[in-house]
Protein backbone atom coordinates (compact mmCIF):
# COMPACT_ATOMS: atom_id res chain seq x y z
CA UNK A 1 0.00 0.00 0.00
CA UNK A 2 1.25 3.43 -1.28
CA UNK A 3 0.01 7.19 0.19
CA UNK A 4 0.92 10.30 0.19
CA UNK A 5 2.70 11.68 3.92
CA UNK A 6 2.31 15.14 4.83
CA UNK A 7 4.28 15.75 8.18
CA UNK A 8 3.58 19.28 8.69
CA UNK A 9 6.37 21.07 10.76
CA UNK A 10 5.31 19.78 14.10
CA UNK A 11 6.90 16.20 12.93
CA UNK A 12 9.86 18.08 11.44
CA UNK A 13 10.57 19.73 14.77
CA UNK A 14 9.66 19.36 17.97
CA UNK A 15 7.43 16.08 17.15
CA UNK A 16 10.41 14.18 15.80
CA UNK A 17 8.98 10.76 17.83
CA UNK A 18 5.63 11.35 16.37
CA UNK A 19 6.96 10.99 12.85
CA UNK A 20 9.64 8.45 13.79
CA UNK A 21 7.12 6.07 15.60
CA UNK A 22 4.54 6.41 12.25
CA UNK A 23 7.00 5.53 9.80
CA UNK A 24 7.94 2.91 12.01
CA UNK A 25 4.73 1.31 12.56
CA UNK A 26 3.95 1.77 8.83
CA UNK A 27 7.07 0.24 7.20
CA UNK A 28 5.76 -2.70 9.73
CA UNK A 29 2.62 -2.57 8.46
CA UNK A 30 3.68 -2.77 5.09
CA UNK A 31 2.63 0.75 4.40
CA UNK A 32 4.81 2.91 2.00
CA UNK A 33 4.59 6.67 3.30
CA UNK A 34 5.68 8.62 0.59
CA UNK A 35 6.19 12.49 1.79
CA UNK A 36 5.08 15.16 0.08
CA UNK A 37 7.39 16.51 -2.42
CA UNK A 38 7.77 20.19 -1.54
CA UNK A 39 5.30 20.49 0.72
CA UNK A 40 4.71 23.65 2.77
CA UNK A 41 2.89 24.38 6.51
CA UNK A 42 -0.22 24.30 5.63
CA UNK A 43 -0.58 27.92 7.74
CA UNK A 44 -1.50 26.07 11.17
CA UNK A 45 -2.65 27.65 13.57
CA UNK A 46 -2.04 31.88 12.54
CA UNK A 47 -2.84 31.82 8.96
CA UNK A 48 -6.76 31.62 8.90
CA UNK A 49 -6.73 34.17 11.60
CA UNK A 50 -4.85 36.26 9.73
CA UNK A 51 -5.95 35.76 6.51
CA UNK A 52 -8.48 33.67 5.11
CA UNK A 53 -7.28 33.69 1.26
CA UNK A 54 -3.65 33.36 2.46
CA UNK A 55 -4.90 30.15 4.88
CA UNK A 56 -7.03 28.63 1.89
CA UNK A 57 -3.95 29.01 -0.68
CA UNK A 58 -1.08 27.76 1.25
CA UNK A 59 -3.56 24.00 2.11
CA UNK A 60 -4.13 24.43 -1.18
CA UNK A 61 -0.86 24.08 -2.51
CA UNK A 62 -0.16 20.91 -0.65
CA UNK A 63 -3.61 19.40 -2.15
CA UNK A 64 -2.27 20.50 -5.64
CA UNK A 65 0.82 19.11 -5.20
CA UNK A 66 -0.89 15.66 -3.53
CA UNK A 67 -3.26 15.78 -7.04
CA UNK A 68 -0.55 14.93 -8.92
CA UNK A 69 0.61 12.34 -6.89
CA UNK A 70 -2.68 10.53 -7.56
CA UNK A 71 -2.73 9.26 -4.29
CA UNK A 72 -4.46 9.66 -0.59
CA UNK A 73 -2.97 11.92 1.26
CA UNK A 74 -1.99 10.69 5.43
CA UNK A 75 -1.91 13.76 7.64
CA UNK A 76 -0.65 13.09 11.27
CA UNK A 77 -1.63 16.03 12.75
CA UNK A 78 -4.81 17.36 13.99
CA UNK A 79 -4.31 21.21 13.27
CA UNK A 80 -2.75 20.33 9.68
CA UNK A 81 -5.76 17.83 9.11
CA UNK A 82 -7.34 20.49 10.28
CA UNK A 83 -6.44 23.03 7.61
CA UNK A 84 -6.37 20.32 4.65
CA UNK A 85 -9.45 18.95 5.25
CA UNK A 86 -11.03 22.73 5.10
CA UNK A 87 -9.40 22.98 1.89
CA UNK A 88 -10.67 19.71 0.66
CA UNK A 89 -14.27 20.81 1.13
CA UNK A 90 -13.58 24.45 -0.61
CA UNK A 91 -14.35 25.21 -4.30
CA UNK A 92 -11.36 24.37 -6.35
CA UNK A 93 -10.71 28.34 -7.54
CA UNK A 94 -10.17 28.84 -4.26
CA UNK A 95 -6.58 27.02 -3.86
CA UNK A 96 -3.97 28.39 -4.85
CA UNK A 97 -3.11 26.68 -8.40
CA UNK A 98 -6.28 24.50 -8.91
CA UNK A 99 -6.61 21.14 -8.34
CA UNK A 100 -7.88 18.87 -10.94
CA UNK A 101 -7.63 15.64 -8.79
CA UNK A 102 -8.09 16.62 -5.40
CA UNK A 103 -7.17 13.73 -3.20
CA UNK A 104 -8.75 12.38 -0.21
CA UNK A 105 -7.71 13.86 2.85
CA UNK A 106 -7.35 11.19 5.55
CA UNK A 107 -5.98 11.49 9.21
CA UNK A 108 -3.44 9.15 10.61
CA UNK A 109 -5.50 8.15 12.94
CA UNK A 110 -8.59 7.13 10.82
CA UNK A 111 -5.70 5.60 8.14
CA UNK A 112 -4.75 3.32 10.65
CA UNK A 113 -7.98 2.02 11.51
CA UNK A 114 -9.03 0.89 8.74
CA UNK A 115 -10.09 -2.85 8.32
CA UNK A 116 -7.24 -4.04 6.61
CA UNK A 117 -4.62 -2.23 8.78
CA UNK A 118 -6.40 -3.34 11.75
CA UNK A 119 -6.25 -6.95 10.71
CA UNK A 120 -2.63 -6.78 10.06
CA UNK A 121 -2.24 -4.68 13.17
CA UNK A 122 -3.18 -7.31 15.05
CA UNK A 123 -1.41 -9.98 13.58
CA UNK A 124 1.83 -8.18 14.55
CA UNK A 125 1.39 -7.30 17.93
CA UNK A 126 4.54 -9.16 20.24
CA UNK A 127 3.95 -7.62 23.42
CA UNK A 128 0.46 -6.35 24.11
CA UNK A 129 0.59 -3.39 26.67
CA UNK A 130 -0.31 -5.76 29.83
CA UNK A 131 -4.12 -3.62 30.11
CA UNK A 132 -1.62 0.00 30.78
CA UNK A 133 -4.69 1.86 31.49
CA UNK A 134 -4.93 5.14 29.02
CA UNK A 135 -7.60 7.71 28.82
CA UNK A 136 -7.46 8.33 24.48
CA UNK A 137 -7.56 12.61 23.80
CA UNK A 138 -8.61 13.24 20.48
CA UNK A 139 -8.48 17.16 21.04
CA UNK A 140 -10.75 19.67 19.45
CA UNK A 141 -9.72 19.18 15.83
CA UNK A 142 -9.64 15.86 14.84
CA UNK A 143 -13.07 14.95 14.49
CA UNK A 144 -14.67 18.52 14.46
CA UNK A 145 -16.66 20.35 13.33
CA UNK A 146 -18.16 17.09 11.78
CA UNK A 147 -19.18 18.67 8.46
CA UNK A 148 -15.50 19.07 7.48
CA UNK A 149 -14.10 16.24 9.26
CA UNK A 150 -17.32 13.77 8.15
CA UNK A 151 -16.86 12.32 11.57
CA UNK A 152 -20.07 10.36 12.74
CA UNK A 153 -19.56 10.57 16.40
CA UNK A 154 -17.49 13.59 17.16
CA UNK A 155 -18.50 14.45 20.17
CA UNK A 156 -17.74 10.77 21.72
CA UNK A 157 -15.21 8.82 19.16
CA UNK A 158 -13.90 6.08 19.53
CA UNK A 159 -11.75 4.84 17.39
CA UNK A 160 -8.23 5.45 19.48
CA UNK A 161 -10.17 3.23 22.00
CA UNK A 162 -10.63 0.51 19.62
CA UNK A 163 -6.85 0.74 19.06
CA UNK A 164 -5.90 0.77 22.30
CA UNK A 165 -7.90 -2.62 23.16
CA UNK A 166 -6.18 -4.24 19.77
CA UNK A 167 -2.73 -3.29 21.42
CA UNK A 168 -3.79 -4.55 24.99
CA UNK A 169 -4.17 -1.19 26.74
CA UNK A 170 -7.14 -0.38 28.94
CA UNK A 171 -8.57 3.16 28.01
CA UNK A 172 -10.85 4.22 30.14
CA UNK A 173 -13.98 6.20 29.50
CA UNK A 174 -13.93 9.77 30.38
CA UNK A 175 -15.96 13.05 29.07
CA UNK A 176 -13.17 15.08 27.93
CA UNK A 177 -11.39 13.18 24.72
CA UNK A 178 -12.85 16.39 22.97
CA UNK A 179 -11.91 19.33 25.14
CA UNK A 180 -9.46 21.82 23.50
CA UNK A 181 -6.17 22.42 25.19
CA UNK A 182 -6.05 26.04 24.08
CA UNK A 183 -3.58 24.86 21.10
CA UNK A 184 -0.96 27.40 20.09
CA UNK A 185 -2.67 30.04 22.66
CA UNK A 186 0.29 28.79 24.88
CA UNK A 187 2.19 31.81 22.70
CA UNK A 188 -0.20 35.04 23.49
CA UNK A 189 -2.50 33.41 26.49
CA UNK A 190 -0.62 31.00 28.33
CA UNK A 191 -3.02 31.38 31.67
CA UNK A 192 -5.87 30.31 29.29
CA UNK A 193 -3.35 26.85 28.44
CA UNK A 194 -2.59 26.47 31.91
CA UNK A 195 -6.06 26.47 33.13
CA UNK A 196 -7.55 24.16 30.27
CA UNK A 197 -4.64 22.04 30.61
CA UNK A 198 -4.72 21.13 34.58
CA UNK A 199 -8.45 20.37 34.20
CA UNK A 200 -7.77 18.11 31.74
CA UNK A 201 -5.04 16.53 34.04
CA UNK A 202 -7.21 16.46 36.98
CA UNK A 203 -9.98 14.69 35.05
CA UNK A 204 -7.69 11.98 33.71
CA UNK A 205 -6.42 11.07 36.85
CA UNK A 206 -9.92 10.83 38.18
CA UNK A 207 -10.64 8.64 35.48
CA UNK A 208 -7.73 6.53 36.56
CA UNK A 209 -5.75 6.67 34.28
CA UNK A 210 -2.06 5.91 34.19
CA UNK A 211 -1.17 7.71 30.56
CA UNK A 212 -2.76 9.96 28.10
CA UNK A 213 -2.79 9.02 24.65
CA UNK A 214 -2.75 11.60 21.75
CA UNK A 215 -2.94 12.26 18.21
CA UNK A 216 -1.89 15.75 17.84
CA UNK A 217 1.84 17.51 18.29
CA UNK A 218 0.21 20.69 19.85
CA UNK A 219 -2.17 18.77 22.43
CA UNK A 220 0.97 16.55 23.28
CA UNK A 221 3.18 20.04 24.04
CA UNK A 222 0.80 21.46 26.29
CA UNK A 223 0.01 18.31 28.30
CA UNK A 224 3.26 17.39 28.51
CA UNK A 225 5.79 20.43 29.12
CA UNK A 226 3.54 22.18 31.57
CA UNK A 227 3.29 19.31 34.24
CA UNK A 228 5.75 20.46 37.08
CA UNK A 229 4.64 23.86 36.08
CA UNK A 230 0.96 22.68 37.34
CA UNK A 231 1.99 20.36 39.78
CA UNK A 232 2.88 23.84 41.85
CA UNK A 233 -1.00 24.61 41.36
CA UNK A 234 -2.13 21.24 42.88
CA UNK A 235 -2.74 19.88 39.43
CA UNK A 236 -1.68 15.99 39.01
CA UNK A 237 1.99 15.21 37.44
CA UNK A 238 3.90 12.65 36.28
CA UNK A 239 1.43 11.61 33.92
CA UNK A 240 2.94 10.78 30.88
CA UNK A 241 1.57 12.05 27.63
CA UNK A 242 2.28 9.61 24.72
CA UNK A 243 1.41 9.37 20.96
CA UNK A 244 -0.53 6.54 19.60
CA UNK A 245 1.81 5.32 17.15
CA UNK A 246 4.12 5.26 20.04
CA UNK A 247 1.50 2.60 21.83
CA UNK A 248 1.48 0.79 18.42
CA UNK A 249 5.21 0.79 18.09
CA UNK A 250 5.51 -0.83 21.97
CA UNK A 251 3.21 -3.23 21.48
CA UNK A 252 5.14 -4.61 17.97
CA UNK A 253 7.92 -4.27 19.88
CA UNK A 254 10.01 -2.74 17.65
CA UNK A 255 13.33 -1.62 18.61
CA UNK A 256 13.26 1.85 18.26
CA UNK A 257 10.49 2.62 20.86
CA UNK A 258 12.83 3.36 23.45
CA UNK A 259 14.33 6.17 22.10
CA UNK A 260 11.43 8.13 20.81
CA UNK A 261 10.17 7.45 24.87
CA UNK A 262 13.12 9.35 25.97
CA UNK A 263 12.02 12.42 24.10
CA UNK A 264 9.37 13.19 26.66
CA UNK A 265 9.32 15.82 29.26
CA UNK A 266 7.58 13.07 31.35
CA UNK A 267 9.33 10.47 31.31
CA UNK A 268 7.56 6.82 30.82
CA UNK A 269 10.48 4.56 30.68
CA UNK A 270 9.31 4.06 34.64
CA UNK A 271 5.78 3.19 34.25
CA UNK A 272 6.21 1.38 30.88
CA UNK A 273 8.97 -0.50 32.67
CA UNK A 274 6.81 -1.28 35.89
CA UNK A 275 4.40 -3.39 33.33
CA UNK A 276 7.17 -5.35 31.83
CA UNK A 277 6.94 -3.53 28.37
CA UNK A 278 10.04 -1.68 28.64
CA UNK A 279 13.64 -2.85 30.31
CA UNK A 280 14.75 -0.39 33.22
Not at 159 to 171: H, K, Y
Not at 242 to 267: P, Q
Request: hydrophobic share 45%.
Amino acid sequence: MKVSYYPGCSLHGTAREYDESTRAVAHALGVDLEELPDWNCCGASSAHATDEDLAKGLAGRNLAIAGKQGMDLVVPCAACYSRLKAAEVVPVNAAAGGRDNSPRVISLLDFLASPDLLDAMASLVKRPLNKLKVVSYYGCLLVRPPRTTGALHHEFPETMDRLMVLIGALPFPWSYKTDCCGGSLVLSRKDIVLDLTAKLLKEAAKAGAEAIVVACPLCQSNLDTRQEELARAGAPCHIPVLYFTEMIGLAFSLKDAARWLKRHFVDPTELLASRGLLAR
